[in-house]
């Protein structure tokens, strides 16, 4: 009988990915994916470690898998956790057996095989091999209609608040002949709807031009969302674009390719030229304005969300007062809001976290709740017109209506009898609630 595997992915889309190209490796290595951890008799743990509690999560939840089933799985630590801590889980976790770095996807059959050979405890935090290329089976993405794309792995820019570039290296970029080849497949698949996905998208910047030289922009990135886009793939996203690399012509490239979806997820994280200094983003609040404002003033209408975190070492009345005025100026579509928490081995570990928690939790809750208010503004705006919506499923609120997304990235629950799953049809809108938006279909 075959082996089974289970994979439990935490965290972001980069981890999503992972989590599909290990279960692809996997399954041709001769595995079968289990539905569950008690049918598995290896379970892996696709780990975040963005945060400390997010950290403890998991060996909170590697605790629960050994209780859980009697067949008493082999234990795998993937991703983040996994590359940062090494050796040092086994102290915390010695039921553990495998510790699978960012990097190691493609290697987790031949560390089981070590294991069944009599090995105690394997460990691989070890670079890609040379020739390993993103190969997703269709069978593992995560929805048969929206696949996410890897174009760049790991972080060069070192925020001070940040462990990212700790735990997954330096960037590394795919040739475009790479991605571009992938979504042919992908639309050739069925596809309708594909992320271009990376800590920061935007600091593109592959080895060789392979795959770019017919695409004109003005940086890597602009000419690869115009070879992207050249595929016919129906609706292309892209998420995240860092700051300092967003360049106007990503708008102009949106505003040719009718495929290049109207929505930019853009972190500025403060309003503060002297915060934004202490998290060393390497950007100005002035700067950020200049891309904000080439989004806004697009002859399409653009969808914008950001991520903020309040309450950051030093952070004084004065600084929030900026943040709480930036967004204003900003009108955000969708705003991640994070109190500041000191994240060990990071640069920011050693400031003083000297904002009492009382306080980040005043700010949090004053800039959500201004924040919950432009936005319903802009949600109210949408009432009366059309929106493209890929159909995903079953709203989670009424069995009789569909839900997808709009290509401005926003929840869209609508009735229809007839629509099938993976269409991309118009629904106008007649109803704006917080955090989603409501209609009929459009024929
Ligand atoms: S850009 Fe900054 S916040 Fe984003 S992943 Fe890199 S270090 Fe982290």
């Known amino acids: 009988m075959k082996s089974t595997v289970y994979i439990e992915t935490m965290g972001c889309q980069m981890n999503v ?7 692809t490796n996997l399954r041709r290595a001769g595995y079968d994916l289990a539905t569950s951890a008690e049918a598995a008799d290896v379970v892996l743990v696709n780990t975040c470690s963005i945060r400390e509690r997010a950290e403890q999560k998991v060996y909170k939840r590697i605790r629960q898998l050994r209780g859980l089933s009697s067949r008493k799985p082999l234990i795998g630590v993937m991703g983040c956790v996994a590359q940062l801590e090494g050796e040092a889980i086994l102290a915390k976790a010695p039921d553990v057996d495998m510790i699978i770095g960012t990097r190691a996807t493609d290697r987790i059959s031949t560390l089981i095989e070590r294991l069944r050979d009599g090995e105690r405890a394997v460990i691989d935090l070890d670079e890609r091999g040379p020739g390993e290329s993103w190969d997703v089976s269709p069978v593992e993405r995560h929805s048969p ?7 760049i792995e790991g972080c060069n820019k070192f925020c001070s608040f940040c462990i990212v570039p ?95 979806c109207d929505w930019v997820h853009l972190p500025v994280q403060s309003g503060s030229n002297r915060i934004l200094k202490g998290m060393r983003r390497g950007h100005l609040v002035a700067d950020y ?52 928490s000191s994240r060990p081995g990071t640069p920011a570990s050693r400031f003083m976290d000297d ?18 208010e432009l936005q319903n503004t802009i ?8 929106v493209s919506v890929l159909v995903e499923g079953q709203s989670a609120r009424s069995e009789k209506d569909l839900t997808g997304h709009s290509t401005c990235h926003k929840v869209v629950n609508f009735q229809s009898d007839s629509t099938q799953l993976g269409e991309i049809l118009n629904v106008r809108i007649t109803e704006a609630k917080s955090y989603s938006l409501y209609g009929q279909q459009v024929n």
């Open 355 to 372: 904002v009492p928690e009382s306080l980040k939790k005043t700010r949090f809750l004053e800039l959500e709740a201004r924040q919950f």
């Open 145 to 151: 209609f929206v696949a996410f794309v890897p174009i």
């Open 166 to 260: 700790y735990s997954r290296g330096r960037e590394r970029s795919r040739t475009a002949t790479e991605i571009v080849n992938e979504v042919k497949r992908l639309r050739e698949l069925g596809f309708r709807e594909v992320h271009l996905i990376g800590q920061n998208v935007n600091s593109y910047r592959p080895r060789s031009e392979e795959g770019l030289e017919k695409s004109t922009g003005a940086t890597p990135f602009c000419r690869l969302l115009r070879a992207v886009a050249a595929t016919g793939m129906a609706r292309i996203k892209f998420t995240t674009s860092f700051p300092r690399d967003f360049h106007p012509d990503i708008v102009a490239a949106i505003e040719e390719w009718p495929n290049l």
């Open 17 to 23: 990915a992972d989590s599909e190209r290990a279960a």
């Open 289 to 340: 304005f200049r891309s904000v404002d080439a989004i806004k003033n697009s002859k399409r209408r653009m969808s914008l969300t950001s991520d903020i975190i309040v309450g950051f070492p030093g952070e004084t009345d004065a600084d929030f007062r900026e943040t709480m005025n930036l967004v204003e100026r900003c009108q955000y579509d969708g705003l991640f809001i994070f109190k500041y």
């Open 379 to 386: 949600y109210r705006s949408y009432i009366g017109r059309a």
